[in-house]
């Protein structure tokens, strides 16, 4: 596993895990990023600079999962349904690569609006 991070967002703390992908070890090596995320439903993205394709794309995520979305090179922190979801499902706007998982509670982050300021950083 590459390694775990800490998302600052929004007066929230989390910590994450970061899984075996290409995509993931990539976004571990452009860390530390401090941006203005933007919400999709319960959803905060923004664009990193990482240029990957799609591994093992996945349409339907589960709440907490940390993907990237090839299409806009955003890094994705899903938290909640987004305005594709059906029903309780966590729906990216196209397939997303899950590059990793929260640890603990994702929903913390409901309520969160655009414009949001956003940390990722490597945890040593």
Same mark, same amino acid.
């Given at each position: 596993?590459?390694?775990?991070?800490?998302?600052?967002?929004?007066?929230?703390?989390?910590?994450?895990?970061?899984?075996?992908?290409?995509?993931?070890?990539?976004?571990?090596?452009?860390?530390?990023?401090?941006?203005?995320?933007?919400?999709?439903?319960?959803?905060?993205?923004?664009?990193?600079?990482?240029?990957?394709?799609?591994?093992?794309?996945?349409?339907?995520?589960?709440?907490?999962?940390?993907?990237?979305?090839?299409?806009?090179?955003?890094?994705?922190?899903?938290?909640?349904?987004?305005?594709?979801?059906?029903?309780?499902?966590?729906?990216?706007?196209?397939?997303?690569?899950?590059?990793?998982?929260?640890?603990?509670?994702?929903?913390? +982050?409901?309520?969160?609006?655009?414009?949001?300021?956003?940390? +990722?950083?490597?945890?040593?």
């Amino acid at each position: 596993m590459p390694g775990t991070i800490t998302i600052q967002a929004g007066g929230h703390t989390l910590q994450a895990e970061l899984n075996d992908t290409r995509t993931a070890t990539a976004i571990l090596e452009a860390l530390p990023i401090e941006v203005a995320g933007n919400t999709w439903g319960d959803e905060i993205y923004f664009e990193i600079p990482v240029d990957e394709e799609l591994e093992d794309g996945q349409e339907v995520v589960e709440v907490g999962d940390l993907g990237f979305w090839p299409t806009g090179n955003a890094f994705c922190i899903f938290y909640g349904p987004t305005p594709m979801s059906r029903g309780d499902e966590v729906r990216p706007a196209s397939a997303v690569t899950v590059v990793g998982r929260i640890a603990g509670d994702a929903t913390v +982050l409901r309520g969160s609006s655009g414009g949001i300021s956003v940390r +990722l950083s490597k945890n040593e």
